[in-house]
């Protein structure tokens, strides 16, 4: 058996699951959004663009897609800045408490999604704890709300995304060493500097990684925007998740399933583009 033989027979029962568990069931969601619409008479067309149109010619579903990707870019922008300083200082710690830290920093990832999210609605909730902590401080006279809205649901997933990103960017530190930098001060260069012209730089193929499933775990995010968006948050799962369990037309929740992977296409293309450019600047 040759070499080339063996590595294709290793790789064939990943392919075998990768298009039982990927590819069959996006080859069924692009034929179910081009079913006909359900009170379509007999004899109609096997094939229907009609989701598609309702999605193009209604502005809501513009909107809705807008919303979509403004969060998503907003919790990228917030989740990685603050999760890079935690990395940073994980990669370079010599306590022999590193071991625990470094757990206590994905630790959140052991509690479920749902229940975090439940605690996120407890803390900014009406009478949650922010509230009454101003309260008692006397800074405010009356409960404001923080809950039920984009701000609740953008904090929210900041903090479930944050141990995803630290995890990303302390696996593309793999290039940054102290000893660049140890040059660079001892050459004069002050420590803003050190860190804005060495630093950054050596981890930014850890944090376009960061950046990139934060992105895509926050536009795909369904129980966060649903919970502590208090039915105010409309984003393309929550649509999703409507048109399936409520208004049950199928070929309008395959069209915006379509253009979410349209979406996750895009973005990914991007990312190859940026990681091909940091690989070779010329």
Known sequence: MTTRLMHRMLLLPGLVALVVTFCLPVAWLLHMSFMPE??????????????????LEDGFYWWVVWQTVRIGLVVTCLTVPLSFPI????????SPWRGTLAALAVAPLLTSTVIRTYGWMVILGRHGLINRTLLGLGVLSMPVRLDNGTFATIVALV???????????LGGMGRLTVEL????????APLWKVFMRITVPLALPGLLTASLLVFVLSISSLVTPQLMGGGRVFVLSTEIFSQTTQALNWPLA??????????????IVLYQRAARRLEDPA
């Open 87 to 94: 990395a940073l200082f994980l990669s370079r710690s010599t």
């Open 181 to 188: 930098e140890q040059a660079a001060a001892l050459l004069g």
């Open 254 to 267: 395959g069209a915006l399933s379509t253009l979410l992977l349209a979406l996750f296409g895009s973005v």
């Open 159 to 169: 903090e479930i995304l944050m141990p995803y990103a630290i995890i990303s960017i």
């Open 38 to 55: 359900p009170d379509s008479p007999p004899g109609h067309a096997a094939i229907s663009f009609h989701a598609y149109a309702q999605v």
